[in-house]
T-cell receptor
Framework: DAGITQSPRHKVTETGTPVTLRCHQT?????MYWYRQDPGHGLRLIHY???????DKGEVSDGYSVSRSKTEDFLLTLESATSSQTSVYFC????????????FGPGTRLTVT | DQQVKQNSPSLSVQEGRISILNCDYT??????FLWYKKYPAEGPTFLIS?????DKNEDGRFTVFLNKSAKHLSLHIVPSQPGDSAVYFC???????????FGTGTRLKVLA
């Protein structure tokens, strides 16, 4: 299994509070991604990174920001959480030097009350 | 605009029979397609992939077929086993952007 961890695994927070989710990899893969999974929507890309300090938006980036200060860590921040951001969040990594496969972390279940 | 569509939310198949999961796409610029399997409370795991220059790729019980003219791909599982019960996502990849676009998933249930 690819070495990807996500923290926290579960979080309950109140509307309006900031939240940061962390993705950590030990594979030295160049590309890192944040997705959210919601019923009826599958996996939707929030942001992704193609290198340290290099990030770009996905299809559902509003209300989210990311940072990648080193290869192994990719942080997803909800500046002011809303109930619509209640979801399961997955981090993924890939590196075309190996293949086009993506490896996913175990997920973070976030509930915004 | 859903670029990758899985129109069947669920599928039930008897153990030992063939499972066929379908996926349609709209963007002809996709150059790689992948299938993932997801169990509850776990992250998706890679299953099989196919390059846009191929029309078939096989790995054990799993075969993916690509019909570029119809912008359609399918995943065949033969024979189906109860352990195959999961949600299956197809995904399309563009090497220019390095983005993956996922379908909404199909829940497969293999009945013993």
């Amino acid at each position: 299994d690819a070495g990807i961890t996500q923290s926290p695994r579960h979080k309950v927070t109140e509307t309006g509070t900031p939240v940061t989710l962390r993705c950590h990899q030990t594979e030295n893969h160049r590309y890192m991604y944040w997705y959210r999974q919601d019923p009826g929507h599958g996996l939707r890309l929030i942001h992704y990174s193609y290198g340290v300090k290099d990030t770009d938006k996905g299809e559902v980036s509003d209300g989210y920001s990311v940072s990648r200060s080193k290869t192994e860590d990719f942080l997803l921040t909800l500046e002011s959480a809303t109930s619509s951001q209640t979801s399961v969040y997955f981090c993924a990594i890939s590196d075309k030097r190996e293949s086009y496969e993506q490896y996913f972390g175990p997920g973070t279940r976030l509930t915004v009350t | 605009d859903q670029q990758v569509k899985q129109n069947s939310p669920s599928l039930s198949v008897q153990e030992g029979r063939i499972s066929i999961l379908n996926c349609d796409y709209t963007n002809s610029m996709f150059d790689y397609f992948l299938w993932y399997k997801k169990y509850p409370a776990e992250g998706p795991t890679f299953l099989i992939s196919i390059s846009s220059i191929k029309d078939k790729n096989e790995d054990g019980r799993f075969t993916v077929f690509l019909n570029k003219s119809a912008k359609h791909l399918s995943l065949h599982i033969v024979p189906s086993q109860p352990g195959d019960s999961a949600v299956y996502f197809c995904a399309a990849f563009t090497s220019g952007t390095y983005k993956y676009i996922f379908g909404t998933g199909t829940r497969l249930k293999v009945l013993a």
